[in-house]
Nanobody, 115 residues
Framework: QVHLVESGGGLVQPGGSLRLSCEAS????????MNWYRQAPGKQRELVAN???????GYADSVKGRFTISRDNAKNTVYLQMNNLKPEDTAIYLC?????????WGMGTQVTVSS
């Protein structure tokens, strides 16, 4: 089972940027679909971006054109570059690794967008 640790969250003003990292250990991310979810207070967990095992990439409509998911298999790390952040992007961001044998989650990193 892969172990995931997110980092890079914080407080940022509207219009600002953050880059989240998800470092994996215990297994190579090359055999996983890697996903970023977010959960805001009182809301359901939402899939933000996914980098599938066939290397297709998808984004939630709410973040298209602002967020970019990428992976570095050599560093066993997945990133989420977030630009032009909005207050509604405030949430805990969670990294997920999924394949036929595993479905692992990190603990999350808090992103707060506020002036």
């Amino acid at each position: 089972q892969v172990h995931l640790v997110e980092s890079g969250g914080g407080l940022v003003q509207p219009g600002g940027s953050l880059r989240l990292s998800c470092e994996a250990s215990g297994s190579s991310i090359s055999i996983y679909s890697m996903n970023w979810y977010r959960q805001a207070p009182g809301k359901q967990r939402e899939l933000v971006a996914n980098d599938n095992s066939d290397r297709t990439i998808g984004y939630a409509d709410s973040v298209k054109g602002r967020f970019t998911i990428s992976r570095d298999n050599a560093k066993n790390t997945v990133y989420l570059q977030m630009n032009n952040l909005k207050p509604e992007d405030t949430a805990i961001y969670l990294c997920n690794a999924r394949n036929h044998f595993d479905n692992s989650w990190g603990m999350g990193t808090q992103v707060t967008v506020s002036s």
